[in-house]
Antibody, heavy 118, light 110 residues
Framework: EVQLVESGGGLVKPGGSLRLSCAASGFSFSYHTMNWVRQAPGKGLEWVSS????????YYADSVKGRFTISRDNAKNSLYLQMTSLSAEDTAVYYC???????????WGQGTMVTVSS | QTVVTQEPSFSVSPGGTITLTCGLSSGSVSPNYYPSWYQQTPGQAPRTLIY???TRSSGVPDRFSGSILGSKAALTITGAQADDECEYYC??????????FGGGTKLTVL
């Protein structure tokens, strides 16, 4: 079964850091670009970042550029998001999503909640 | 800053047809923006309906179709059903590796 499972969310204070992980299974992880997408409570979806198969191409939304770092370990079938200088505006469910053949977000994880609050 | 626009809400009668749109704050949407559409029910992850303008994702009923109408991408739902009532999001590729989601359309079937 093709599956993405996020972990690492939780409560963090403003200015703090957190590292999210996404474990992939059931497909050839190294062959796919991967994404992070977030959704603030009661709000819409926001694309956060993408990373190519070999990590050569990395992109960020302006809202997180300079604070978040996406990475991957193809040997461990894992995707990561290192988040620093967190603020309340970063409070959201964070989804990892696979870029399929032509569908940019064809497989989604169940999400992990990040809450930034003092 | 590029803003992707969607109707905040829409209503349709059961069995009816509705077209949701996805536009740009400035400019027209074309297939070069690779418009995709996602359906999300409360508490669940989104799932793909349409990608690359008009390609239906595997398992999606042919009641759902995508197109370009005028200057916008469009998602048309025919024969609306009660379980179509949820949130619909479009996303556009604006270049340089950047994707932008629309604000979503909450569809009510009544």
């Amino acid at each position: 079964e093709v599956q993405l499972v996020e972990s690492g969310g939780g409560l963090v204070k403003p200015g703090g850091s957190l590292r999210l992980s996404c474990a992939a299974s059931g497909f050839s992880f190294s062959y796919h670009t991967m994404n992070w997408v977030r959704q603030a409570p009661g709000k819409g979806l926001e694309w956060v970042s993408s990373i190519s198969t070999g990590s050569h191409y990395i992109y960020y939304a302006d809202s997180v550029k300079g604070r978040f770092t996406i990475s991957r370990d193809n040997a461990k079938n894992s995707l990561y998001l290192q988040m620093t200088s967190l603020s309340a505006e970063d409070t959201a469910v964070y989804y990892c999503a696979r870029y399929g053949d032509a569908d940019p977000f064809d497989i989604w994880g169940q999400g992990t909640m990040v809450t930034v609050s003092s | 800053q590029t803003v992707v626009t969607q109707e905040p809400s829409f209503s349709v009668s059961p069995g009816g047809t509705i077209t949701l749109t996805c536009g740009l704050s400035s400019g027209s949407v074309s297939p070069n923006y690779y418009p995709s559409w996602y359906q999300q029910t409360p508490g669940q992850a989104p799932r793909t309906l349409i990608y690359s303008t008009n390609t239906r994702s595997s398992g999606v009923p042919d009641r759902f179709s995508g197109s370009i109408l005028g200057s916008k991408a469009a998602l048309t739902i025919t024969g609306a059903q009660a379980d179509d009532e949820c949130e619909y999001y479009c996303v556009l590729y604006i270049g340089s590796g950047i994707w932008v989601f629309g604000g979503g359309t909450k569809l009510t079937v009544l």
